[in-house]
């Protein structure tokens, strides 16, 4: 499970498994998770957390998305 980068209590990673995926990010915090689509930023599922805790993941992915981008070719290798 490489992890992509941690702020403000929020975990953020990719599932090894998901290359055959469309380019996006998993995200965890205090017993709950969220996927969000980079292209466009889209959230794609959540469960566990508050609304305001999904609003802020999602500004977090935003702001680091060329980090994330670069992390899923290193990973994924396309």
């Given at each position: 499970?490489?992890?992509?980068?941690?702020?403000?209590?929020?975990?953020?990673?990719?599932?090894a498994?998901?290359?055959?995926?469309?380019?996006?990010?998993?995200?965890?915090?205090?017993?709950g998770?969220?996927?969000?689509?980079?292209?466009?930023?889209?959230?794609?599922?959540?469960?566990?957390?508050?609304v305001?805790?999904?609003?802020?993941?999602?500004?977090?992915?935003?702001?680091?998305?060329?980090?994330?981008?670069?992390?899923?070719?290193?990973?994924?290798?396309?």
């Open positions: 499970m490489p992890e992509v980068f941690r702020s403000e209590g929020y975990v953020f990673f990719f599932y498994n998901e290359s055959h995926e469309p380019m996006h990010v998993h995200v965890r915090r205090s017993g998770h969220a996927t969000f689509w980079l292209v466009p930023l889209t959230l794609a599922y959540a469960e566990g957390l508050k305001r805790e999904l609003a802020r993941a999602e500004e977090l992915v935003a702001a680091h998305k060329d980090e994330i981008r670069r992390k899923w070719h290193e990973v994924f290798g396309s």
